[in-house]
């Protein structure tokens, strides 16, 4: 089994910025692609960015193109996602996901799924 843990979420104004983290579990995590999602409430669950297993390929969702990063180091288990230009759109709760073979860019591809961090930014 994968397990991941995010942390990071909280509340900030509109303009700041969060740093989101999942940590991961098995240490093979490099063996996985990964991938953020988010859900705000009533809506359906929104792809955020992916990362294949080295870090060498990167996709965003259109809402977050050019003010979110995703990032990941495999030497520590951990899957990042910088956010700036907060804007009260971007609340959430945020899920980081893992795939065995799939490029997680849709929610069908991922295999595992972290608990969710709650990320509210206020006006």
């Known amino acids: 089994q994968v397990q991941l843990v995010e942390s990071g979420g909280g509340l900030v104004q509109a ?10 579990s098995p ?6 692609n990964s991938a953020w999602f988010r859900q705000a409430p009533g809506k359906d669950r ?3 960015a992916a990362i294949s297993r080295s870090g060498g390929v ?8 050019g003010r979110f990063t995703i990032s990941r180091d495999n ?8 956010m700036n230009s907060l804007t009260p759109e971007d609340t ?5 996901a893992a795939s065995i073979i799939r490029y ?16 509210t930014v206020s006006s």
């Open 15 to 24: 303009g700041g910025s969060l740093r989101l983290s999942c940590a991961a």
């Open 46 to 48: 929104e792809f955020v």
């Open 27 to 32: 240490r093979t995590f490099s063996s996985y």
């Open 104 to 119: 997680p860019t849709v929610s069908t591809a991922c295999d595992y799924w972290g608990q969710g961090t709650q990320v």
């Open 92 to 96: 959430a709760v945020y899920y980081c």
């Open 75 to 82: 030497a520590k288990n951990t899957v990042y996602l910088q």
């Open 58 to 65: 990167t996709n965003y969702g259109n809402s977050v193109k």
